[in-house]
């Protein structure tokens, strides 16, 4: 006999993406959201980054890549899942698909249940995406990327968003109070 096994569809029409390449100016978009008074998630990556570094983990991109993944993707469920509708608009720095282009980015396979995650739990269906935008990027001690890594990161996180059914939004290279206006306008919530 054949196991069934029934999957739900979970819509946050309220969890906005704002994703890129790193270094792009999503922390900075968000952080000037937050200021405004909206609710925000902070990029998984960077923090698992933080703790594994304090912790003399090795869950580190530049350590054990897939580690570092299943740490995102745990995570990135966690904050999906911890999210109401009752809260109005919450943005995130980066979403559960981010890990699958992160994967695909490093060659890994990609797990049969973080695809069927990704296409189970939607996000408001169009994601804004920062462009490379050379003149910002900067190095630091958690982004150790080449501007050429940021470049296809930034192609790999546009196809693999457009591949699960996302329209994207390219944010204009523009200053970070512009940017945040930008999104709020495209909302039709200023």
């Not at 296409?119 to 190095?139: G, L």
Request: charged content about 25%; some cysteine; overall charge positive.
């Amino acid at each position: 006999m054949k196991e069934v096994i029934i999957r739900t569809m979970e819509n946050k029409s309220n969890a906005i993406i704002i994703t890129g390449g790193p270094g792009m100016g999503k922390t900075s978009v968000i952080e000037q959201l937050s200021d405004i008074g909206y609710h925000s998630v902070e990029e998984t990556g960077r923090n698992i980054i933080q703790k594994e570094l304090k912790t003399d983990g090795n869950r580190l991109p530049w350590l054990d890549k897939k580690g570092f993944a299943m740490a995102m993707f745990q995570q990135s469920l966690k904050d999906f899942q911890n999210v109401s509708e009752k809260c109005g608009l919450t943005f995130f720095d980066r979403g559960i698909p981010d890990v699958i282009g992160y994967l695909k980015l490093c060659n890994i396979s990609i797990p049969e249940t973080m695809l069927q995650a990704a296409k189970e739990k939607r996000y408001y269906p169009k994601i804004f995406i920062t462009p490379p935008w050379k003149s910002i990027y900067v190095n630091d001690a958690e982004r150790k990327q080449t501007f050429a890594e940021v470049v296809s990161t930034y192609h790999i996180i546009k196809e693999t968003y457009s591949f699960l059914g996302y329209k994207l939004v390219e944010l204009p290279k523009i200053t970070v109070l512009k940017r945040a206006k930008f999104i709020l306008e495209y909302l039709s919530v200023v």
